[in-house]
């Protein structure tokens, strides 16, 4: 027992040293559900208000493994009885805690959107902000006095940007972005070696809808991701995903996730406004003994005012 106490301590502070030398973007397992978080060009692709909901438990059992919550709102801008908007606007609310560090993001989002022919080709912009807090204090610390870990950080305020290019049709999607422009420093009052700093993140996705008849559809997609900058980059990170949608009602799909992590997905339309989603990660890693697995769970809400605008559910819709 004690020796298993001290593979989860090591692990937790190998973690927290990573953490403290490079913050990186948020990671989701529904990416397809989520990608108004990392493409601001996706505002108002669906063309109604939609309001989602995602929580995310990393490395359950665990201590200290990131646990994360965020709520997003986006829609079109103008009357809904016109045939196509060209702006669509939104907003999303983020936090995460990882060990002692605590990060919550309040972003505004934009996009103007062009129509050619059944497609649409959207350039999108967010700015916001994110406030950073850190309490070291709480650290058991091997090195005392370590300059690192001396000065807690309390709602640091680090301004941000970012921008995308998001193009879509009624049975594909392709997409790439930075969501975070600049890289902040975490806190200027320490030495810029000492501190934790954004690492500049960019992205890459696409998918497709293959019909196979009335009742079933496959959707291969995938998101890529690169993280990095002189001083620091984390590897390559590709999520590759099937999924089996059927009767447009019930998706299920498996991911595999280069980072040695397979996932399972669950998604349902459970209602014509509602539609609720889960995940499972297992690591394939040397944590996978000790984890308890990575639970993620979403919920949207589509406000429909015109039938006519919105034929499919919101499975086919997803992108």
Not at 8 to 14: E, I, P, Y
Not at 130 to 148: F, P, R, V
Not at 253 to 272: L, N, P, Y
Request: glycine share 8%; hydrophobic share 35%; charged share 15%.
């Amino acid at each position: 027992m004690a020796a298993i106490k001290q593979i989860l301590l090591f692990a937790t502070a190998l973690l927290l040293s990573l953490i403290v030398k490079a913050q990186s973007d948020q990671h989701y397992t529904m990416f397809l559900y989520n990608k108004l978080q990392y493409n601001p060009a996706y505002t108002g692709s669906r063309d109604v208000t939609s309001v989602n909901a995602c929580y995310r438990n990393q490395w359950s059992g665990i201590s200290g493994a990131p646990k994360t919550f965020n709520v997003s709102l986006d829609a079109p801008v103008g009357s809904y009885m016109r045939p196509f908007r060209k702006v669509a606007a939104g907003g999303s609310i983020a936090s995460e805690r990882i060990g002692v560090e605590r990060n919550t993001n309040v972003m505004g989002y934009y996009a103007y959107r062009i129509q050619q022919g059944n497609t649409v080709l959207s350039f999108g912009l967010r700015a916001g902000i994110k406030m950073y807090s850190a309490d070291y204090e709480q650290l058991n610390l091997g090195q005392q006095n370590d300059i690192t870990f001396t000065q807690n950080v309390r709602n640091a305020m680090l301004p941000n940007s970012g921008a995308g290019v998001y193009w879509y049709g009624s049975n594909f999607y392709a997409g790439i972005s930075v969501p975070n422009l600049l890289q902040n420093y975490y806190d200027r009052k320490q030495s810029m070696d000492s501190k934790a700093k954004e690492v500049r993140g960019y992205y890459a996705c696409g998918g497709y809808v293959i019909t196979v008849n009335d009742v079933i559809q496959i959707q291969p997609q995938m998101l890529t991701r690169f993280a990095g900058n002189s001083q620091y980059r984390l590897p390559l990170n590709c999520d590759i995903n099937v999924s089996g949608i059927f009767y447009n009602r019930l998706m299920a799909g498996v991911t595999f996730r280069t980072d040695k992590s397979f996932e399972g997905i669950v998604h349902i339309q459970a209602t014509r406004n509602i539609n609720i989603g889960y995940a499972y990660d297992y690591l394939m890693s040397g944590l996978r003994n000790y984890d308890h697995g990575t639970h993620e769970i979403m919920i949207g809400f589509d406000l429909i005012r015109d039938n006519s605008k919105y034929i499919t559910p919101r499975i086919i819709r997803a992108f």
